[in-house]
């Protein structure tokens, strides 16, 4: 089926540790996101990547990371530099940049919690 | 910054029609407006967009009215599974402009 793959649902880390976290895609989309989402709050934008080997920074891109080697993928590397990287994780994709009426679909998210 | 205000929850009985108000009073000509909602937990899921006209899917249904500051979406026979929070967005021209989220209205269907 294609559709956007998040992994691990759920993931533990240390405090002062980089963790990174997988976003795969099969739709063939140009264009990937990271959000970050904490408890009864919106979805804030981490990092933006409309086509490979490039990406932007979003809101609150500070203490995060990212790559656009391929694709199909756009891991996210929250590093010790961020302060409170306990959170809701989601990736989203969406089609090729000349289409203004595109719906971004999105993974099912990965809850990273830090102790 | 998000360019909607929503309001923070609503109730709504089961089966009857879901009416989910949104003002965006400074969208520009050429933006979109999208909805989405979050069920608990999950990721967002894409429910409807429009520009000016009024839109239905098998979904729901979206009302814009005639100077595009303020719309509606409509839910027409609420069950508890579209208990979530909506979000109303609108979305710049460029392809693939990011979504920018506000907090949304939080929908609870009522059996």
């Known amino acids: 089926d294609g559709g956007i793959t998040q992994s691990p649902k759920y993931l533990f880390r240390k405090e002062g540790q980089n963790v990174t976290l997988s976003c795969e895609q099969n739709?063939?989309?140009?264009?990937m996101y990271w959000y970050r989402q904490d408890p009864g709050q919106g979805l804030r934008l981490i990092y933006y990547?409309?086509?490979?080997?490039?990406?932007q920074k979003g809101d609150i891109a500070e203490g995060y990371s990212v790559s656009r080697e391929k694709k199909e993928s756009f891991p996210l590397t929250v590093t010790s530099a961020q302060k409170n990287p306990t959170a809701f994780y989601l990736c989203a994709s969406s089609i090729d940049p000349s289409r203004v009426n595109t719906e971004a679909f999105f993974g099912q998210g990965t809850r990273l919690t830090v102790v | 910054d998000a360019k909607t205000t929503q309001p923070t929850s609503m109730d709504c009985a089961e089966g009857r029609a879901a009416n989910l108000p949104c003002n965006h009073s400074?969208?520009?000509?050429?933006?979109?407006v999208y909805w989405y909602r979050q069920i608990h937990s999950q990721g967002p899921q894409y429910i409807i967009h429009g520009l000016k006209n009024n839109e239905t899917n098998e979904m729901a249904s979206l009302i814009i009215t005639e100077d595009r500051k303020s719309s509606t979406l409509i839910l027409p026979h609420a069950t508890l599974r579209d208990t979530a929070v909506y979000y109303c967005?609108?979305?710049?021209?460029?392809?693939?402009?990011?979504?920018?989220f506000g907090k949304g209205t939080r929908l609870s269907v009522i059996a």
């Open positions: 739709l063939n989309h140009d264009a």
């Open positions: 400074t969208i520009s000509g050429n933006e979109y």
């Open positions: 967005i609108v979305r710049g021209y460029s392809g693939n402009t990011p979504l920018v």
């Open positions: 990547s409309q086509i490979v080997n490039d990406f």
